[in-house]
């Protein structure tokens, strides 16, 4: 099984980037995908996934307004597209499975990880 992320950069305060994060060899349930970040220094958060009970984006709150998870079923993807980026969200962006569907918002729910993407914010 494996999670390749791609799209992230060096961008300035208040611009947009997307991350997108594609899985092979095994296919994940609709709420079984999801993002998390890590900052130097700290530890690694969650930032957007899907509900479980009906399959609706939830986010971190610092996520929320500025940031949308989309879900791929066919292709087996999930991206996040990021705007109004402030420096607080640089970090290393994790996209994360979970094999049986029912992800979540702790870390410990996911098996699989992608090797990160450095998205770094400017000021």
């Known amino acids: 099984v494996q999670l390749q992320a791609s799209g992230g950069g060096l961008v300035q305060v208040g611009d947009s980037l997307k991350l997108h994060c594609a899985a092979s060899?095994?296919?994940?349930?609709?709420?079984?995908m999801a993002w998390f970040r890590q900052a130097p220094g700290k530890e690694r958060e969650f930032v957007a996934g899907?509900?479980?009970?009906?399959?609706?984006?939830r986010y971190a709150e610092s996520a929320k307004g500025r940031f949308i998870i989309s879900r791929d079923n066919a292709k087996n993807t999930v991206d996040l597209q990021m705007n109004s980026l402030k420096p607080e969200d640089t970090a290393v962006y994790y996209c994360?499975?979970?094999?049986?569907?029912?992800?979540?918002?702790?870390?410990?729910?996911?098996?699989?990880w992608g090797q990160g993407t450095q998205v770094t914010v400017s000021s």
């Open positions: 994360a499975a979970d094999r049986d569907g029912y992800g979540g918002t702790g870390r410990r729910a996911y098996e699989y």
């Open positions: 060899g095994l296919t994940f349930g609709p709420s079984g």
């Open positions: 899907f509900t479980w009970t009906n399959g609706n984006p």
